[in-house]
């Protein structure tokens, strides 16, 4: 009697011509690091359109700026820390944050320190893994202090 | 969640993967993770229309899928999905991938019927583990006993499930 064929993805486990876990990690390691340069393009890209909205800009952001600070942080938060930037990832994700938490207001100060941080941690080399993770829990007691000051 | 199991063997060419991402770089991204997972049949979608036709349209294995830039209309159309019980993809595992999680993203993610969440950024054998647990958790949808939060390591948000 035949077996029943296994649901789903489970059927393809044991294929004939299948690859093991390591190899199939280094070989998508291979290919997103191939990706590298766009993306770190996409994400100083992302940090200049940022900065002209905040530290190149005097007033608070609109709403149409507001959203689209917040998508370019995200942006930078998926993309980060896959291409060895994990802290600008932390960083970007903390923005959005600030951003939320601070609406329908706008701290720039806070906004200031986070647009900075970011530039700096998108070329981690410039700081050890001991001052980039100072870095950011510095952005969490910024937000701390605003929401407890609200 | 058990580490990956250095014995399995799988062979993804023949299985079809949906993935619907505004963004066209990550788009490549997952690609190139997929592809060197072995998958060969992926459908990119930019938008949610694409995604519900293909869904429509190809019988599939595995979705992904970010919401970030659809709201709410990503969890509608996980929700539809799981809704077309007689269609050949209502059970298929859906694997949000989100650079900004919250709460409410979670309990949204559960009612909704999606099977995992995960933070970007993830490495290739975070997701590789992911997708090889909800393919052997397929059919066990709602049983699964995680913890409600884990904390990723190295990711910059939450992983939940």
């Known amino acids: ?150 | 969640m058990s580490s990956l199991k250095s014995e399995l063997t799988f062979n993804f060419e023949n299985a079809s993967v949906v993935m619907i991402d505004s963004s066209p770089l990550f788009i490549e991204v997952l690609t190139g993770i997929l592809s060197g997972c072995g998958f060969r049949r992926m459908y990119r979608c930019s938008d949610l229309v694409s995604g519900t036709d293909t869904v429509k349209t190809h019988s599939v294995d595995l979705i992904l899928i970010d919401p970030y830039a659809y709201g709410d209309a990503a969890y509608n159309f996980i929700q539809w999905l799981r809704s077309e019980r007689r269609g050949p993809n209502a059970a298929v595992p859906v694997i949000i991938l989100t650079a900004y999680t919250y709460v409410r993203l979670i309990t949204v993610a559960r009612q909704c019927g999606a099977d995992y969440v995960i933070a970007k950024p993830f490495s290739t054998s975070g997701l590789l583990e992911r997708i090889l647990y909800v393919a052997e958790s397929e059919g066990r949808r709602g049983e699964l006993l995680a913890p409600p939060e884990l904390v990723s390591s190295s990711g910059s948000g939450m992983e939940m499930w």
């Open chain 1, 1 to 150: 009697m035949s077996e029943q064929p296994k649901p789903g993805l489970t059927r393809f486990f044991g294929a004939p011509g299948g690859i093991g876990v390591e190899e199939a990690c280094a070989r998508a390691a291979h290919n997103v690091e191939a990706l590298s340069d766009r993306a770190l393009g996409q994400i100083r890209d992302c940090l200049v359109d940022i900065a002209a909205m905040t530290i190149e800009n005097a007033g608070p952001p609109n709403g149409k700026q507001r959203r689209d600070l917040h998508q370019l942080s995200c942006t930078i938060a998926g993309l980060g820390g896959m291409f060895g930037r994990d802290a600008l990832s932390k960083a970007a994700y903390s923005f959005c944050r600030l951003i939320d938490e601070t609406e329908p207001g706008w701290d720039a100060a806070s906004a200031v320190v986070h647009v900075r941080a970011m530039q700096l941690l998108s070329t981690p080399e410039r700081a050890t893994l001991e001052a980039q993770e100072s870095i950011i829990e510095g952005l969490k007691k910024v937000r701390k202090h605003l929401s407890a000051h609200r």
